[in-house]
């Protein structure tokens, strides 16, 4: 048999009329390569539920230590006017060992307003701090383990073997018509 010879221009325009998107829904994201730092996704689909937490969970792999976690919207939860949406993360469920319960760091109605919208991007945790010491744009630092200790113990946000986090959002007392949608991205590195 002969061969067919495709020119470039046509393998051109056959890729470029791919479908090149794909719809991940909910699945959460865990590097497996040897890279020092990965980063994984953990979607909350009823991300705020009234007087209550709504809790997702992630498995930290073994070895390793958070280095950021971010929090972005989705979908918008429509709420009372008067509802405060905050977060935690622990090893417990609505537990705040890893970042400390804040109930209104994400809506305070007293001080930040009363919507949420799409596309807003929270950096809820994170290593060091901005140049002045005051934290930048970090919200909060981890629960981690005191510097100025005669003996410096093993840092909260390491494991050495894989555990459960607790992802959770809170809301206030006050009406939730749409839960809305959120997206954990938690960052981490391997230690060994």
Avoid: C
Avoid at 15 to 36: N, P, Q, Y
Avoid at 99 to 109: F, L, R, S
Avoid at 118 to 145: Q, T
């Amino acid at each position: 048999m002969g061969s067919k010879r495709i020119g470039l221009a046509r393998v051109e325009k056959m890729l470029e009329s791919l479908k090149r998107e794909i719809d991940w829904g909910t699945t959460t994201f865990t590097g497996t390569g040897t890279g020092a730092i990965t980063a994984a996704r953990k979607a909350n689909t009823a991300a705020f539920v009234q007087n209550s937490d709504s809790v997702v969970s992630w498995t930290q792999p073994a070895n390793t230590a958070l280095i950021n976690i971010y929090l972005a919207v989705t979908t918008a939860p429509v709420t009372a006017a008067s509802a405060e949406l905050g977060f935690e993360v622990g090893t417990t469920s609505g537990g705040g060992e890893i970042v400390t319960q804040m109930p209104d760091e994400i809506i305070d109605v007293g001080a930040d307003g009363t919507d949420l919208a799409v596309g807003a991007v929270l950096h809820i945790a994170g290593r060091g701090n901005a140049a002045d010491g005051s934290g930048g744009p970090v919200l909060n630092a981890f629960n981690s383990a005191t510097t100025d200790a005669t003996t410096l113990a093993a840092d909260g946000t390491y494991t050495a073997s894989s555990r459960t986090l607790y992802l959770n959002t809170v809301t206030s007392n006050h009406a939730v018509t749409t839960a809305g949608t959120v997206v954990w991205v938690l960052e981490y590195m391997k230690l060994a």
